[in-house]
């Protein structure tokens, strides 16, 4: 079935053209690179995985329930609408919640898919576009992990939220080199990383869980990528070219905090928007949520070195402040050792049936 024919109301335009600006860059110099973004390519390479055979597709998922995560994180729990509904219309609301978060990782993963790729061909430098080549097949497997659940599992799609495709389309315009770095590496993925989490340390669900443990530990590379490589840049720009990126990340950190909100979903309940703007706003889950999606973004913006005055008066405005002090290194490495641990628990419990199988197989032998 055509993703089109899935989507639970029409994309505004089937393809999305975004003018490319800005010029590729060749680098005759292959034998010297940074030590560090070089380990992280090597690592890159080690990574690399396939979504058909890591992932226990079999698994099944309840289309009703499809991410496992508590009620309280649907909008209007608790209101006088909640309490309406039946139990099959609040099946369907987390059926079409799912689809919709689901979704938005989805379309974010192509444009982090185009953005790596953006940036093998403008960064100037040899390790950069090596270790980007890496990233834009990440990208690419996690596109197709999310489509795939979404076409398999849940049956439902949503198209990607407005300010979600303003941001992406902000950063692929500008010409600057370091923007899809900052605007893709920085931005979107550090939010991605935090939601991702979220539901993963909440979701009852298995297949959910594998997906955004498995997908987390690509993702802690590639914000590491990011900061190596904006630390070196931005400790070169003046002060001038600071604010520039500061004021991109003011205006960028205010679209990703209304980029999770849901507001389409409610509409396509019927709820007026204005109706369902304020439903976001009383919710104390979304209230908490919002405020833990900047987990990564705002301590990965400070690493970088821009710290200015007026991005830290933004960061008060939202709430979100002392997340610069939360330490970024310990949160990417539990990214990836929890995916060990699951592949070892998986791997564990496999081991464990095929050794009950072929026991049984030998007892019923013995007995015959």
Same mark, same amino acid.
């Given at each position: 079935?055509?993703?089109?024919?899935?989507?639970?109301?029409?994309?505004?335009?089937?393809?999305?053209?975004?003018?490319? &600006?800005?010029?590729?860059?060749?680098?005759?110099?292959?034998?010297?690179?940074?030590?560090?973004?070089?380990?992280?390519?090597?690592?890159?390479?080690?990574?690399? @995985?396939?979504?058909?055979?890591?992932?226990?597709?079999?698994?099944?998922?309840?289309?009703? =329930?499809?991410?496992?995560?508590?009620?309280?994180?649907?909008?209007?729990?608790?209101?006088?609408?909640?309490?309406?509904?039946?139990?099959?219309?609040?099946?369907?609301?987390?059926?079409?919640?799912?689809? @919709?978060?689901?979704?938005?990782?989805?379309?974010?993963?192509?444009?982090?898919?185009?953005? &790596?790729?953006?940036? #093998?061909?403008?960064?100037?430098?040899?390790?950069?576009?090596?270790? %980007?080549?890496?990233?834009?097949?990440?990208?690419?497997?996690?596109?197709?992990?999310?489509?795939?659940?979404?076409?398999?599992?849940?049956?439902?799609?949503?198209?990607?939220?407005?300010?979600?495709?303003?941001?992406?389309?902000?950063?692929?315009?500008?010409?600057?080199?370091?923007?899809?770095?900052?605007?893709?590496?920085?931005?979107?993925?550090?939010?991605?990383?935090?939601?991702?989490?979220?539901?993963?340390?909440?979701?009852?669900?298995?297949?959910?869980?594998?997906?955004?443990?498995?997908?987390?530990?690509?993702? &802690?590379?590639?914000?590491?990528?990011?900061?190596?490589?904006?630390?070196?840049?931005?400790?070169?720009?003046?002060?001038?070219?600071?604010?520039?990126?500061?004021?991109?990340?003011?205006?960028?950190?205010?679209?990703?905090?209304?980029?999770?909100?849901?507001?389409?979903?409610?509409?396509?309940?019927?709820?007026?928007?204005?109706?369902?703007?304020?439903?976001?706003?009383q919710s104390e889950y979304l209230q908490l949520f919002?405020?833990?999606?900047? %987990?990564?973004?705002?301590?990965? #913006?400070?690493?970088?070195?821009? @710290?200015?005055?007026?991005?830290?008066?933004?960061? #008060?405005?939202?709430? #979100?402040?002392?997340m610069g002090d939360s330490n970024l290194d310990l949160?990417?490495?539990? =990214?990836?050792?929890?995916?060990?641990?699951?592949?070892?628990?998986?791997?564990a419990a496999e081991e464990a049936a095929r050794v009950?199988?072929?026991?049984?197989?030998?007892?019923?032998?013995? &007995?015959?």
């Amino acid at each position: 079935m055509s993703t089109l024919d899935l989507y639970a109301q029409p994309p505004q335009e089937p393809i999305w053209g975004v003018p490319a &600006a800005g010029a590729a860059r060749f680098n005759w110099e292959y034998d010297q690179g940074r030590e560090r973004l070089l380990a992280l390519y090597q690592k890159g390479k080690d990574k690399q @995985w396939d979504a058909v055979t890591r992932i226990d597709w079999d698994l099944e998922v309840d289309p009703y =329930d499809p991410l496992g995560s508590p009620d309280e994180a649907l909008m209007i729990h608790g209101t006088p609408l909640w309490d309406k509904m039946s139990e099959k219309e609040r099946g369907e609301l987390r059926r079409h919640y799912g689809a @919709w978060q689901f979704s938005q990782f989805l379309h974010g993963e192509q444009g982090a898919m185009v953005c &790596a790729a953006r940036i #093998v061909e403008a960064v100037p430098d040899m390790d950069a576009k090596f270790y %980007s080549a890496t990233q834009t097949m990440d990208e690419a497997r996690h596109a197709e992990i999310y489509s795939r659940f979404l076409h398999e599992k849940v049956g439902m799609a949503y198209p990607i939220n407005d300010n979600l495709q303003s941001l992406l389309g902000d950063t692929l315009r500008d010409s600057r080199w370091d923007m899809p770095y900052l605007g893709m590496q920085v931005l979107i993925e550090g939010l991605a990383l935090a939601a991702f989490g979220l539901i993963r340390d909440t979701t009852d669900k298995p297949l959910p869980k594998q997906i955004l443990t498995y997908v987390m530990q690509d993702e &802690a590379r590639h914000v590491a990528f990011g900061r190596m490589a904006l630390r070196d840049y931005y400790r070169q720009l003046t002060d001038a070219e600071r604010r520039e990126r500061e004021d991109f990340v003011i205006e960028g950190c205010y679209l990703m905090r209304d980029r999770l909100r849901g507001v389409e979903v409610l509409e396509n309940f019927g709820i007026p928007h204005d109706q369902a703007m304020e439903y976001t706003e009383q919710s104390e889950y979304l209230q908490l949520f919002r405020k833990l999606l900047f %987990s990564r973004i705002v301590p990965c #913006v400070k690493d970088i070195g821009l @710290w200015g005055e007026r991005l830290q008066r933004a960061y #008060v405005d939202m709430g #979100v402040l002392e997340m610069g002090d939360s330490n970024l290194d310990l949160l990417m490495a539990e =990214d990836e050792e929890k995916a060990d641990h699951l592949d070892a628990a998986r791997f564990a419990a496999e081991e464990a049936a095929r050794v009950k199988e072929v026991n049984e197989a030998i007892a019923a032998g013995a &007995a015959d």
